[in-house]
């Protein structure tokens, strides 16, 4: 059984990841009952802003990860097509933290809403509804992958008696 843990930083990141998705979810289920004017403008600004926080975190995540890929412990696949499925989880949720900050940043964007920031007028083009879609239903997508992957460190812990959790824990 392997007990070696996540180096810090990692740790750290990870679970930043964790609470800054779930306020980023959150603040988009909020903003679907506002109206996009001035006086709302803050709360886009918010999430756009969370939102860039989360790609930056993520890349940086990516980097360290292969800098740092003999200090991550490795767990005992069941089998090819289980290995293959737990990288597959692992690379669409990193893919999906890249792609939908810069979905929803070229959403602001194509508003005008940058120039807005830099002092301009306030825009007068509303967000396209079909990128607002198509944003909603990556991170739906991605709500869908983390629960398959926390259900599979749960299936993992039953199955193996190795609590996986505890790698990624700073106080276990």
């Not at 980023?24 to 709302?40: A, Q, S």
């Not at 886009?44 to 969370?50: K, M, Q, Y």
């Not at 949720?93 to 120039?115: D, E, H, Q």
């Amino acid at each position: 059984m392997n007990t070696k843990k996540y180096p810090k930083t990692m740790i750290i990141l990870h679970w930043l990841t964790v609470a800054l998705v779930i306020i980023e979810i959150v603040i988009g289920k909020n903003l679907e009952h506002l109206d996009y004017t001035p006086e709302n403008f803050n709360a886009f600004r918010a999430h756009a802003f969370i939102g860039m926080f989360i790609l930056l975190i993520t890349l940086f995540r990516m980097s360290y990860k292969r800098r740092h890929l003999n200090e991550i412990p490795q767990i005992d696949y069941y089998s090819e097509g289980h290995k293959k499925l737990v990288n597959g989880i692992h690379f669409l949720m990193y893919i999906l933290l890249i792609i939908i900050p810069l979905l929803g940043f070229y959403i602001i964007y194509k508003t005008g809403g940058l120039a807005y920031d830099l002092g301009g007028p306030f825009p007068s083009v509303k967000p396209d509804e079909s990128l607002v879609e198509i944003h909603e239903t990556l991170v739906w997508t991605l709500v869908v992958l983390i629960l398959a992957h926390v259900g599979g460190v749960m299936m993992y812990t039953m199955k193996k008696g190795e609590n996986l959790l505890k790698r990624m824990c700073m106080l276990a």
